[in-house]
């Protein structure tokens, strides 16, 4: 039955939709030639908008598409010996054994498919966010990279969250899901206080967002270890893109007994992770000695006020 390949162990019993998919054809071949083909292309295209309710007016963009997840395929495709096509992550999903007819999938590519799925110009998949661009497929696969529309990063930087969204969608995320204070305003002034700073090792991160000029503004502050030096650092990040947090700047102050310190920035896009702009140290950073100077008392707890301003680059 099939061309090589052997079954799949589950398979081989009487029922196997192969065995239908044949006895279907076996039917209308006997009753003239010609129709064996639409019969099979009724069945493959029924097959994909039953079960994954998916109507595409353009055959070809059916044709690619995966019969398994669903997702248009790209090179490499694969196929059964049968014939049956899947994209490459569900030939890994399902252990390499043909979901529609159950064969060994073996390493058959569908060059064809292929080369017809590299010819065609597709949306950027993140066009339902907004993007209105098509490319052929290797360009949207650049592209998609660096779409400005992709999804941003849940910014919490307390745990590896894999929330991901526009920004009103993270904005509430953080409020609902991380419990993160939300404030009106330009200007802030936080204090920050930790009552064992000699514990902190990498651990303590806080996060304050700001509703300012309609934008949402992340204040992180956290210790960490800078070489073998305990430091705290207070950054500020843009909820959006790199452009745009461009046209803002922010200071950041903190002292006490007649010193300071000063900084002065521009916000960094969330696209940065929290990570990468804390090790690029472009934020504030306040060796811990000094911290408990300003701290006042005797040493033993973190009591910091850091006062700060965004404003707006004309
Ligand atoms: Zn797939
Ligand atoms: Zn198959
Ligand atoms: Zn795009
Ligand atoms: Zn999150």
């Known amino acids: 039955m099939a061309p090589g390949g052997s079954a799949c162990k589950e398979v081989i019993e009487s029922h196997s939709p192969v065995a239908d998919y044949d006895i279907a054809s076996a039917k209308s071949e006997s009753n003239n030639a010609t129709s064996t083909t639409t019969t099979t292309t009724m069945k493959t295209s029924v ?47 399902v252990h390499n054994c043909c979901p529609t007819c159950r064969y060994d999938l073996g390493n058959i590519r569908c ?24 490319f052929p497929y290797y360009s949207k696969l ?65 996060l304050t967002v700001f509703n300012c000029f309609g934008r949402q503004f992340c204040l992180h502050f ?33 002292g006490a007994n007649g010193r300071k310190l000063i900084w002065q920035g521009i916000p960094r896009s969330i696209r940065d992770s929290h990570r990468k702009v804390r090790d690029s140290q472009d934020g504030l950073v306040i060796q811990r000695n000094l911290a408990l100077y300003f701290s006042g008392g005797d040493r033993q707890e973190l009591k910091l006020r850091v006062t700060g301003r965004i404003w707006k680059e004309e």
């Open 222 to 254: 956290e210790a960490f270890q800078l070489g073998m030096a305990p430091v705290y650092m207070a950054f500020l990040r843009f909820m959006g893109d790199d452009n745009e947090a461009k046209k803002f700047s922010y200071s950041l102050e903190v």
């Open 142 to 206: 650049k592209h998609e990279q660096h779409c400005r529309f992709r999804p941003y990063n849940c910014p919490y930087a307390g745990s590896d969250c894999s929330v991901t969204g526009d920004i009103p969608t993270l904005v509430s995320h953080l409020k609902d899901d991380h419990k993160v204070d939300m404030h009106d305003g330009c200007t802030f002034n936080h204090r920050y206080v930790k009552s064992n700073p000699h514990e902190v090792e990498n651990a303590t991160w806080m």
């Open 47 to 93: 097959n994909l908008v039953g079960k994954h309710g998916i109507h595409s007016n353009n055959g070809v963009y059916e044709l690619l598409e995966c019969p398994v997840c669903t997702n248009l395929m790209y090179p490499p495709i694969h196929q059964c010996p049968n014939g049956h096509t899947l994209c490459s992550n569900c030939k890994i999903r």
């Open 111 to 134: 060059l064809a498919l292929e080369k017809v799925a590299e010819s065609l110009e597709l949306p950027c998949k993140y066009q339902n966010l907004g993007c209105q661009d098509i």
